[in-house]
């Protein structure tokens, strides 16, 4: 039992730092600009869609927002509370989007890539681009949600139409969504491992 959760560990921690890796060189490619005609290319390519499906892109695109996502997940951690349920998953879904929110912020400007476009109707502008917090949020989200199989194809769907509602609604380019997606999973791995080291003193605080 001990051998296979040692195992599981291992595993973890080995994708944990293949996803900071791959989010680092993703990172230096957008910095030196090798990501820039791909990226410029689909925004032209997509950018008529946005007129056709902009209602239904701001929908999709504010359901990710950071005052949403936090409000279910202090919900969901709330509700599983109150039924006296084990809740260190939740408590780690919290704590892995208050990290992923931050060092989002904290790319954003030591990235400085500008926008493609910006738009009036954001609550909490952010007038740089890489990498998404909509999509690494809401990554953050299918990583602890998706217990069941159904409940994993519909967040990835979710996902999906999180990330192209950011490109079609000309927020983010392609690299600014895979760089969330890298960024939401690493985050996550990395809390989730950790998580045998300071979930149990933080539950007994509850």
């Known amino acids: ?18 996803l900071w890796f791959v989010f680092v060189l993703l990172t230096l490619l957008v910095i030196l600009g090798l ?9 032209l390519s997509l950018s008529e869609l946005d007129a056709k499906f902009g209602l239904a892109l701001r929908v999709i695109s504010f359901i990710a927002s950071a005052p949403i996502m936090f409000l279910v997940a202090f919900i969901i951690l ?11 998953r939740e408590l780690a879904l919290l704590l892995s989007l208050f990290f992923v929110s931050a060092l989002t912020v904290i790319m954003k400007y030591a990235v400085a890539i500008p926008r493609p476009s910006d738009v009036g109707y954001l609550l909490f502008p952010l007038k740089y681009s890489y990498p998404s917090g909509h999509t690494s949020r809401f990554t ?31 927020q983010h380019y392609l690299s ?31």
Do not use: H
């Open 140 to 170: 953050v989200f299918c990583y602890y949600l998706g217990r069941r199989r159904w409940e994993q194809v519909l967040l990835i769907i979710l996902l999906f139409l999180v990330s192209m509602s950011r490109i079609l609604l000309l």
């Open 1 to 18: 039992m001990i051998e296979n959760i040692n195992r599981k560990i291992q595993f973890k921690l080995k994708v944990t730092l293949i």
């Open 176 to 206: 600014d969504v895979i760089g969330g997606v890298l960024l939401g999973l690493a985050t996550s791995v990395s809390v989730e491992v950790s998580s045998i080291y300071w979930l149990k003193y933080l539950t007994r605080l509850l």
């Open 78 to 88: 709330v509700y599983k509370f109150t039924m006296g349920a084990k809740i260190e």
């Open 35 to 43: 990501t820039r005609p791909l990226d410029t290319y689909i925004i």
